[in-house]
């Protein structure tokens, strides 16, 4: 039973601002965020940083205090650039942390506003709704058949009543029956409240026993383990070949300091620490990047799913709609009258109790869109009438159910004589409490199905009087009397249309899932372009099939009509069997159970509850379907762009080590110190991360089918190709060390021009894996600006290390001629040129088959 006695205006944004900075924000200490001190830790603990200091100690040992300065000089630089990543990885984060935040609704400056739950404040009114997170410790001032399970408090998993607070009762600890206080992170079960907060962050019942509420799940992807095997072969085989270093070298040269030197430097060219580092950086950027289209992603699986994502079953209402419901059509005494958007009267006499009832039976402060719209109607064609009530009580309200969709209010009047009760819910079920007869049935049925070829969503509308004291159990055991229908327009999303031509041309099939009729149904499908047969499903046929049949049908049936959201999850299962990967939007309660089946649950942000939230992989927060699209789009490009990256690693790690090895096997000088390989470094780990991590989708990526979900990311072509550019790469640098020793060019000379010439071909590798289906030349004009960062840094750098003397002895050079200059250029790019060759063979190819 309602108490009026809530707090219509809530604080002022002033109010609140002051004391959110006096109390601090509503949220628990979380063990996520970490120092600058703390990162850099971790990154000092990184294998490649562990080798260079152990080269530079072993420099030192020697007594090459030179070689050792230069080198531990690298250690601070690839420390600084690594925590660039790091802390920019950290504050994305963050970011997503904030976002994540379960949200609040509250009324400031007599506003319904929905903030960030660590934004509430003490004194703040907020508004809990079934399936939210209750943000803080409050009392409630109003409450409507509230239940809540505190088990996460108490242990208990049997939901508590709750009822309104009597203005003097203090707060208690959580548990048992008919109290009137809410607690931080418990969850609405059942109803509706208003509360007042009274206590925040660590000095609530949450913050008392020290429990921390994880927003970011961390998991172990697909991605994750490829990664984490990938660099334990690879180490093991680093690790092995190393120690044959050493020995070798040892043997055959008897100096063994330069063996372990030569061992450390091998170490160092084979290990490929970068790949776990990029995987952490793509996955936590990607997670931003995404967030920016309004998409906001809770389990980082759900980045490298979404470009494999072959269907998206979708809820019409609030996600292919605006949700913006205006009433368009009335029905009554068998008359139909139709309103327009900027209707403002009047409103013929016979109508006037369709629309008295329908407002009656909502809500008085109404969040429903629904129900928002009969109110502003009522307030625009009722207000000088006395069909509006705003002095009568509301005693009692029977919510809808499973069993029956449909709700009631009772009202008592101002003379207090009679109860009034007015029901509305979906047609069938309002007929089913008039107890109508199968003749007005039948013409109830021709009614609705003239509204809902206007593509309206349709309720019914009853009343009845009551005159004893005790209110009955059920709705049903009250004299229902059918009033009329009333049909809302919802109009479609402008953004639509066009999301739903990238879905197909994506290779993406879209299901719409709605409780509304069939013919409503079809007609918005029409609106949106959906490719849709005239087969539609409804919740009663789909109640009736055997999952087989269920698999077979949604084969061609693109939309299911009259569906309940417990339904969903057999639709996910049933399509799932089929072997597509799936994505279901949901935003209530009942919803959870399939956004957890889905391979991607997408809970809506704006409207859903804080359970669909939790359950779901993704939450859209602005509920519009083509931000699932942009989603689908982006996790495409950064699966893209992670292949990229790994490849040009692993193509990139084969000519250092070849050159790190080869020579100490017959005995030549050897190519590469510890410095170089450094020095590569400094280009490999931007390049790698934050280069790759900002490149510009591929023209053709929302043009091709999606790719198979247990694809790798290293499969056959993508390593062969790797190994390919990695090999041609070693044979033509090696070929420019061979040609100079032959020459009887000095040892210094070689080395230069084969590091000049490996340093060409790594920035030519970096260019060409940018995109392997458009040239170069092609790609020259997208804005990448890590890219000429690091292109600018590496050429610059490498011409300081062959004219400066100083750098020049460091790297054991002699000065380059421009004719050696031109033919390291020369012999780079050719390393690269077959792959350019091979880009314009498919452009070329595909142009004919276009043409043809």
């Not at 799913?305 to 079953?313: D, E, K």
């Not at 029905?331 to 329908?358: R, V």
């Not at 090895?661 to 110190?673: A, E, N, R, S």
């Not at 041609?728 to 070689?750: C, D, W």
Request: glycine content about 8%; proline content about 4%; some cysteine.
């Amino acid at each position: 039973m309602y108490q009026q006695t809530a707090d219509r205006t809530g604080l002022s944004s002033g109010e609140a601002l002051k004391r959110l900075k006096q109390d601090g924000y509503n949220e628990l200490p979380s063990s996520k965020r970490r120092s600058i001190l703390r990162i850099a830790f971790d990154v000092i603990k990184e294998p490649m940083l562990l080798l260079l200091a152990a080269c530079g100690t072993l420099y030192f040992t020697i007594g090459d205090i030179k070689e050792a300065m230069i080198l531990v000089s690298f250690v601070f630089v690839v420390i600084g650039i690594t925590l660039y990543q790091e802390r920019k990885t950290e504050r994305a984060l963050e970011a997503l942390r904030d976002l994540s935040s379960p949200r609040a609704m509250v009324i400031r400056d007599g506003k319904h506003i929905r903030i960030p739950g660590r934004e509430v404040v003490t004194g703040d009114i907020v508004i809990v709704s079934e399936g939210d997170r209750v943000p803080a410790d409050a009392v409630l001032l109003k409450t409507n058949n509230v239940t809540v399970d505190e088990s996460l408090l108490t242990g208990e998993s049997v939901p508590v009543r709750k009822s309104a607070w009597n203005g003097v009762q203090e707060m208690g600890r959580p548990g048992g029956d008919d109290l009137p206080f809410i607690y931080s992170g418990t969850l609405m079960v059942q109803g509706q409240g208003t509360a007042k907060v009274v206590k925040t962050g660590l000095n609530t019942e949450l913050g008392k026993i020290g429990k921390i509420l994880q927003v970011l799940e961390p998991e172990e992807t697909l991605l994750h383990r490829e990664t984490r095997q990938l660099v334990r072969n690879f180490t093991f085989f680093a690790v092995g070949l190393s120690a044959l270093v050493i020995i070798v070298y040892g043997i055959t040269r008897a100096n063994w300091s330069n063996g372990f030197l030569a061992g450390l430097t091998l170490a160092m060219a084979i290990l490929p620490e970068e790949f776990p580092v990029v995987l952490t950086i793509f996955l936590a950027l990607g997670a931003w990047r995404i967030s920016k289209e309004h998409v906001l992603t809770r389990r980082v699986s759900a980045i490298e799913t979404l470009g494999a994502a072959t269907v998206l079953c979708v809820d019409k209402t609030g996600t292919l709609t605006q949700n913006r419901m205006s009433v368009a059509k009335l029905y009554s005494g068998n008359a139909f009258f139709d309103l327009t958007p900027d209707y403002k009267g009047p409103l013929p006499e016979d109508f006037h109790q369709l629309l008295e009832f329908a407002i009656l039976s909502s809500q008085s402060d109404p969040r429903d869109p629904m129900e928002s719209a009969l109110k502003n109607l009522g307030n625009d064609l009722l207000s000088h009438t006395e069909h509006l009530h705003t002095d009568w009580e509301m005693e009692h309200e029977y919510p809808l159910s499973k069993e029956l969709l449909a709700m009631s209010r009772v009202w008592k009047s101002a003379d207090g004589r009679d109860y009034v009760i007015a029901a509305k819910g979906a047609p069938e079920a309002i007929a089913d409490l008039c107890h109508v007869s199968p003749e007005e049935k039948e013409h109830l049925a021709e009614t609705i199905s003239v509204m809902a070829g206007e593509g309206l969503r349709i309720l019914g509308i009853a009343k009845a009087y009551f005159s004893l004291h005790n209110l009955p159990p059920i709705q049903h055991d009250f004299d229902f009397r059918f009033i009329g229908l009333v049909g809302f327009a919802d109009p479609i999303r402008p953004s639509v249309p066009d999301a739903m031509k990238e879905c197909y041309g994506a290779g993406i099939r879209v299901i719409m899932i709605t409780g509304d009729y069939p013919l409503t149904a079809r007609s918005i499908a029409a609106q949106i372009g959906l490719q849709a047969s005239d087969e539609v499903i409804t919740g009663s046929e789909l109640d009736r099939m055997h999952d087989d049949e269920l698999g077979a049908r949604l084969r061609s049936v693109n939309i299911f009509a009259r569906v309940v959201p417990e339904q969903k999850l057999r639709i996910v299962n049933a399509l799932k069997a089929n072997g597509e990967i799936v994505a279901m939007t949901g935003d209530g309660v009942n919803d959870a159970p399939a956004l957890k089946s889905a391979h991607i649950g997408i809970a809506m942000g704006a409207r859903g509850t804080d359970v669909a939230r939790e359950a779901a992989s993704i939450v859209l927060l602005n509920d519009d379907f083509s931000s699932i699209v942009k989603s689908v789009r982006m996790g495409r490009r950064i699966y893209d762009n992670l292949k990229k990256a790994m490849a040009y690693i692993l193509a990139i790690h084969v000519p250092i080590a070849g050159i790190s090895l080869i020579p100490v096997l017959f005995g030549w000088p050897l190519i590469l110190m510890p410095v170089h390989i450094a020095f590569l470094e400094l280009i490999i780990d931007p390049s790698s991360s934050v280069v790759f991590e900002a490149e510009a989708e591929e023209t053709d990526v929302m043009k091709r089918r999606p790719r198979r979900f247990e694809e790798r990311l290293f499969n056959r072509r993508t390593f062969g190709i790797s190994l390919l550019q990695g090999a041609i790469v070693l044979a033509i640098v090696f070929a420019i060390f061979i040609v100079s020793m032959h020459l009887g060019q000095p040892e210094a000379e070689s080395r230069a021009l084969t590091f000049t010439t490996l340093i060409i071909a790594n920035l030519g590798l970096i260019l060409t894996n940018r995109s392997w289906s458009r040239t170069i030349v092609s790609t020259l004009g997208i804005k990448n600006r890590a890219l000429w960062g690091v292109v600018s840094g590496a050429i610059v750098f490498l011409a300081l290390t062959i004219y400066v003397p100083f750098l020049q002895t460091l790297f054991r050079f002699s000065t380059l001629l421009p004719l050696d200059i031109a033919i390291c250029i020369g012999a780079g790019l050719l390393s690269i040129g077959w792959f350019e060759t091979v880009k314009l063979y498919a452009q070329l190819k595909n142009k004919k088959l276009k043409e043809g």
